[in-house]
């Protein structure tokens, strides 16, 4: 019995659907809590290109109080051979709020704390010397020993924050 080649080409792109759809995890109220404290609820959720994002809300106490406080966006990412779920979230004035990875090696808290507060216009580069580190506005500390997984960091940190102006300057034109 031979199988015909649209049947044979709706199978393949099924099968690839479906391994997609297993390597984005869909994002959670709990994942939005990592990267906004206070976040109750996820909403509008989406992908796009390898990422997946989503609106953070605080619900408030009653109805109709509820407040946007941001961008969740989600990025699987390989460090040393093991996938990371990489979380960024972006405040609707474009800064990035929190940055936090799940899975994947363990990460220095300060190293990721210095992301808060940076934007899409803002430098994500390393301090290479004592100067760089001295300088305003203030570089990127690597981790001790790991300059190579900091830069990996900050470069799919800031493709994220990219992707969130992109996104808000998509919603303010409609």
């Known amino acids: 019995m031979r199988t015909s080649p649209a049947f044979a080409r ?7 659907s479906f391994v997609t759809a297993l390597a984005q995890p869909r994002l959670t109220a709990q ?11 996820l909403k509008a959720t989406g992908e796009s290109a390898g990422r997946t994002y989503g609106e953070a809300w605080d619900a408030g106490s009653a109805a109709g109080e509820e407040k946007f406080l941001g961008h969740v966006l989600h990025k ?10 990489l979380l960024v979230g972006i405040t609707p004035e474009g800064a990035i709020s929190r940055v936090h990875l799940k899975e ?9 704390a210095q992301f808060a507060g940076k934007t899409a216009d ?26 190579e997984l900091s830069e990996t960091i ?10 969130a102006k992109q996104m808000r300057a998509g919603s303010s034109q409609s």
């Open 31 to 41: 994942d939005g809590a990592l990267v906004f404290p206070g976040a109750e609820v």
């Open 104 to 112: 994947g090696p363990p990460i220095d808290g300060e190293f990721l």
């Open 154 to 163: 900050a470069r799919e940190v800031q493709e994220l924050v990219l992707f």
């Open 76 to 85: 699987t990412v390989a460090f040393n051979r093991a996938a990371a779920g």
């Open 10 to 16: 709706l199978a393949v792109a099924l099968l690839a």
């Open 122 to 147: 803002t430098d994500f580069a390393l301090a290479r010397t004592l100067e760089d580190v001295l300088s305003v506005p203030t570089m990127l500390k690597a981790i001790r020993g790991q300059r």
